[in-house]
T-cell receptor, first 117, second 109 residues
Framework: NAGVTQTPKFRILKIGQSMTLQCTQD?????MYWYRQDPGMGLKLIYY???????DKGEVPNGYNVSRSTTEDFPLRLELAAPSQTSVYFC????????????????FGSGTQLSVL | TQLLEQSPQFLSIQEGENLTVYCNSS?????LQWYRQEPGEGPVLLVT?????EVKKLKRLTFQFGDARKDSSLHITAAQPGDTGLYLC?????????FGKGTKLSVKP
């Protein structure tokens, strides 16, 4: 199994440009997440989805949008890139059927390193 | 806002030494997970602890969840260069995970 696949691996954007970070999982997981990781700052939740057609904001959603039209895919959209969005972005998923959801294992992709100049 | 404080932030040791890293909070968590992240990769789950006072062992790694479920520790015995990485703790809260900032461990041969 491929698990969680993110593309692209690296990207450089100019201020004001837009782009979509792709994320797909082949484990039939219900829950999917987008995190950003800044140096020394841990992982911050941007958006999450509990199933196709359902999305919700996390801790740092401003400047981003998401959609979940299928179980497999959860793209993250940056509309007007800003230098503050320079970061490493991780997509993650989990099954979402456990009685206590936060005991479940999160599967992460290998990340997208984005620079906005 | 629930926060998880990890200490130390950085740790550089020689192969064969023992070490302990800590994850502390003023809040109670329903569960606590530890992940290891290597450069250029996403975090990988090491363990989940759910019961106050619980101790779990994974080869040379020992994980403990505090009695009050507010803190956790990770002890590594006889560290090896392969243990090098960023160790993240994550607490379960209202259906999502809150991550600490991590401890960056370097084990030198």
């Amino acid at each position: 199994n491929a698990g969680v696949t993110q593309t692209p691996k690296f990207r450089i954007l100019k201020i004001g440009q837009s782009m979509t970070l792709q994320c797909t999982q082949d484990m039939n997981h219900n829950y999917m997440y987008w995190y950003r990781q800044d140096p020394g700052m841990g992982l911050k939740l941007i958006y999450y989805s509990v199933g196709a057609g359902i999305t919700d904001k996390g801790e740092v959603p401003n400047g981003y949008n998401v959609s979940r039209s299928t179980t497999e895919d959860f793209p993250l959209r940056l509309e007007l890139a800003a230098p503050s969005q320079t970061s490493v972005y991780f997509c993650a998923s989990r099954r979402g059927t456990g009685l206590v959801a936060t005991n479940e294992k999160l599967f992460f992709g290998s990340g997208t390193q984005l620079s906005v100049l | 806002t629930q926060l998880l404080e990890q200490s130390p932030q950085f740790l550089s040791i020689q192969e064969g030494e023992n070490l302990t890293v800590y994850c502390n909070s003023s809040s109670v968590f329903s569960s606590l997970q530890w992940y290891r992240q290597e450069p250029g990769e996403g975090p990988v789950l090491l363990v989940t602890v759910v019961t106050g006072g619980e101790v779990k062992k994974l080869k040379r790694l020992t994980f403990q969840f505090g009695d009050a479920r507010k803190d956790s520790s990770l002890h590594i015995t006889a560290a090896q260069p392969g243990d090098t990485g960023l160790y993240l703790c994550a607490g379960g809260s209202q259906g999502n995970l809150i991550f600490g900032k991590g401890t960056k461990l370097s084990v030198k041969p």
